[in-house]
């Protein structure tokens, strides 16, 4: 196995500069990191990898092309929705961050429904129970 790790530090992007100059420091870092990531395999392109590895902290999955992601496989750490609250950081920076590393390693949002599998079980178990009650 060989590993790359990538930090070219892409603040060029006018979303990265754009959060920066709204002082959500933790987001702009989330956002410069997942291009730096998907620059970085548009080179590793011809490779042709078998999985691509990425933390959901930091969200370095979430930029990914879409013949990266059929590789994905996330490994979870510490999320800065756990983290960042430790830091003295701001509850829009810590929301946006929490956020962009769910989208990147495309786990589900709080609140959001079970996948569909789960809730047809549900609903034919709870059908049943209904009747029977």
Known sequence: ???WRV??????SPVARGLAKLGLWWSARRWATALDVRRALGRLRELRLQAIEAPECGAEALRLPRWARRRLVVRFHSPAELIMPFYGTRAADRR???ALERRGSGAPGPGAPPPASSRQRWRRGS????RSA
């Open 127 to 130: 059908a049943s129970r209904g």
């Open 7 to 12: 930090a070219e530090g892409r603040w060029g």
């Open 1 to 3: 196995m060989t590993v």
């Open 96 to 98: 946006l961050a929490a």
